[in-house]
């Protein structure tokens, strides 16, 4: 990694030269890593949906800031619930020039494909930009539902014709279906479709019933009149949506929340690790992230380091008893 000289005149210059070599080689071990090809940013959904929405966002504040000395390139890499993006990422073993966005599929797809050999304790932490919010949504030309009990009474009566969209089989969206099946007593039949922003628009098309979506995602429709949220998932009502309640509000004490994390390769070097920390600090301080965040009604802290790593570990056991109670993995 250090820098090299062709020309040697005289042992002056192989005495500078050498004190120049050393100086780089300490420069480098203190963090002076910066990528020298493009890098690969995956995303392990489809294109559309909150994740890849904030990708590109990311992508576009490093570029028109010029914090990086190459370009950062979107990879799409949805398929099996993000089982792809992270078996693409287990074979990048060592690799200083790829990193992921996740989605909570980061947890429960290891969880619930074994035959994967992917431990997320591999990956590198890097930080955590957001955590997302959920809403319950329905099309707006459903004039007579306008809440959670009319929501109930209309699917209820529907059993298992009443669509539920969602992103992934056993992801996050079903995880919210079943728990919405759970406590209200539903029989919903919940659709996966690759992606949120697939989602969205099978909500907005009236090719849904319902959906769990993300405001990031669903924003747009929402905006236009042709969705509306009835209850979020969250501590507090959202500011975008102050007449949507919570649920637990409604008397359900369920909160979710979707990570939204900025992961490196396994084995990624310590230098460019830091590196990428301090790019994706320099992006969640600016302007463009913060007015980004506040929009989509993301939430929570920056995180890094080991607090990042205690992070995941901790969500990678609530999701793990979630897939069990809902009968996607044995216990």
């Known amino acids: 990694m250090g820098i090299t000289k062709r020309a040697i005149l005289g042992l002056t210059c ?45 992508q576009a504040i490093i570029a028109e800031d010029k914090l990086a000395p190459v370009p950062i390139t979107p990879v799409n890499k949805p398929g099996g619930s993000g089982a792809e993006a992270l078996v693409y990422m287990k074979g990048k073993n060592g690799d200083n020039h790829t990193i992921m966005f996740t989605l909570n ?15 997320i304790t591999t990956f590198t932490p890097v930080m955590r930009m957001a955590e997302d919010t959920f809403c319950l ?9 306008n809440s959670v009990d009319d929501f109930v009474k209309e ?17 996050e969206d079903n995880l919210l279906t079943d728990f919405l099946n759970t406590a209200y007593g539903l029989d919903m039949k919940y659709v996966p479709y690759k992606g949120g922003g697939k989602v969205a628009k099978e909500l907005a098309g009236n090719n849904a019933n319902s959906t769990v979506n993300n405001p990031s995602e669903q924003l747009g429709f929402y905006e236009a009149g042709k969705t509306k949220p009835l209850a979020c998932f969250t501590p507090e009502r959202i500011s ?7 649920f637990k509000e409604l008397g359900k004490d369920f909160v979710y929340f979707m990570q939204r ?14 590196y990428y920390n301090e790019l994706f600090t320099k992006v969640f301080n600016s302007e463009k992230w913060q007015t980004y965040r506040k929009k ?4 929570g802290p920056a995180l890094a380091g080991d607090a990042l790593m205690d992070y995941w570990k901790k969500e990678r056991d609530i999701h793990k008893k979630m897939l069990i109670d809902m009968g996607a993995i044995k216990g």
């Open 261 to 274: 994390t900025v992961v490196g390769a396994p084995g990624m070097n310590g230098d460019a690790a830091k």
């Open 296 to 299: 989509k009604a993301l939430v």
């Open 240 to 246: 975008l949506f102050k007449d949507a309640p919570t």
């Open 14 to 58: 192989a005495f500078g030269m050498s004190a120049a070599l050393a100086g780089s080689a300490l420069a480098d071990a203190h963090g002076g890593w910066k990528p020298k090809k493009p890098v690969e940013f995956v995303v392990m959904a489809g294109k559309g949906g909150g994740a890849d929405k904030a990708v590109r966002l990311m």
């Open 105 to 119: 599929s980061f947890y429960t797809t290891p969880l619930r494909q074994k035959a994967l050999g992917v431990d």
């Open 155 to 171: 699917a209820k009566a529907a059993g298992n014709k009443w669509i539920m969209a969602g992103t992934g089989k056993n992801s």
């Open 137 to 145: 949504w329905v099309n707006s030309d459903r004039k007579d539902i």
